[in-house]
Structure formats: C-alpha cells, structure tokens
C-alpha cells in the first residue's frame, strides 16, 4: 500500500521561506520520480515540480528560481525548499507519485503567506 505523508506546512510572512518535507512507504522509493503540486482555494490543482529517480528536475514557470526539490532515497524522503515566498503562494501543497499508471496523494500541508 502505497502512502505520502506531507509536513512541514505553516504560516509565514511574504518574502519567507518553509521546507515541505514527504515520506513515502509501500514503494522502492528510489525507483521512482516524485512531484508537488498545490491547491489554492477556489481553484485546481496544479503541477509545481518534480524530481526525476534520476535526479533531473523540472518546475513550474511560477516558481522557478524560488523553490528547489529535492529527494533523499535513504529517508524515502521528498523535499520543497520554498524561498521568497508571495500569497499567491498560498495553497494546500500535496505530494504525489505516480506508480504502476495509478497516482497516490499524500493528506496534504497547508501553506499560509501572509503579506
């Protein structure tokens, strides 16, 4: 059984900064790339990055530059680091891996800017 499990969420002034943390059980982790995407209210999911097994990454046009991803395959652990952050910024953030053509969402962790 495959299960995310997001942290790292909170309340911060624009300008600040949170690392998101994930943790990922039922798969090899190292096997497989891994992606955020957030939720702001009123409006649809969207992708944000993703981290290859490989280790190449790819982000959103909105946030490049501010947020970088990351993974540790000894933790089965998967990073945001989110710099210079905006309201705009303000979402539920949810991790999310795709296994076997069935993808798996973490609970999610709120991301509150505040400016």
């Known amino acids: 059984q495959v299960q995310l499990v997001e942290s790292g969420g909170g309340l911060v002034q624009a300008g600040g900064s949170l690392r998101l943390s994930c943790v990922a059980s039922g798969i090899i982790f190292s096997r497989y790339g891994m992606s955020w995407y957030r939720q702001a209210p009123g409006k649809q999911r969207e992708w944000v990055a993703t981290?290859?097994?490989?280790?190449?990454?790819n982000y959103a046009g909105s946030v490049k530059g501010r947020f970088t991803i990351s993974r540790d395959n000894a933790k089965n652990s998967v990073y945001l680091q989110m710099n210079v952050l905006s309201p705009e910024d303000t979402a539920v953030y949810y991790c999310n891996v795709g296994v076997t053509g069935l993808n798996y969402w973490g609970q999610g962790t709120q991301v509150t800017v505040s400016s």
């Open positions: 981290m290859t097994l490989y280790g190449s990454t």
